[in-house]
């Protein structure tokens, strides 16, 4: 048996109002497209940010590196003098060629910031403060050996030739443990 089925006809009142659909499919594209627009700015916007975050670290690091390497040099080549040494203005004459000492410490865009001229300004400097016994526990024999100690301070830069580099200070006080 064949049921067919009878098209059930709107409410007199509803049927302006059914008929009448032909642009709502167009307004709720509308309404998508514009919400899609906001969310993908908000994420380009936030993605920006990360990536400028994430260079602010990186350059900071790098800064980090550079006064880090300006210690590690003046630790390894400390042992020969005393008074203050200026790693940015004196220059390494225990070499064959007489070269700046912030030429051998600076690698690629790093390097240290430039020292100015006063009598508090101890940046980028080693300083020799005194010399005594090894310190206990060194294993050196106090009657062959003695502590030379130092105080080290190197600001690094990175990137160097910009208008506002990050800058990171570091500050160490370090013993050389060398023959009388």
Do not use: C, W
């Not at 003098?81 to 007489?98: E, I, M, R, W």
């Not at 410490?105 to 980028?124: H, K, M, Q, V, Y």
């Amino acid at each position: 048996m064949l049921i067919k089925q009878i098209p059930q006809k709107a409410p007199h009142h509803l049927t302006p109002l059914v008929q009448n659909q032909r642009g709502s499919i167009l307004i709720i594209a509308m309404l998508l497209l514009a919400i899609m627009s906001v969310l993908g700015t908000v994420l380009m916007s936030t993605s920006t940010t990360e990536i400028q975050i994430s260079g602010n670290y990186r350059n900071k690091q790098e800064s980090f590196y550079v006064a880090d390497r300006a210690l590690e040099y003046s630790m390894r080549s400390a042992s020969d003098f005393s008074g203050t040494v200026d790693l940015y203005n004196d220059q390494n004459t225990s070499l064959a060629t007489p070269t700046l000492h912030r030429n051998l410490i600076e690698l690629g865009n790093g390097g240290l910031e430039a020292s100015t001229i006063t009598t508090t300004d101890d940046r980028n400097s080693v300083t020799f403060i005194n010399a005594g016994p090894p310190p206990v526990g060194s294993g050196s024999d106090a009657s062959l050996f003695e502590a030379r100690n130092y105080v080290g301070n190197a600001v690094g830069l990175f990137p160097i030739n910009t208008n506002n580099p990050s800058r990171t200070e570091l500050r160490s006080q370090f013993a050389k443990i060398v023959p009388k």
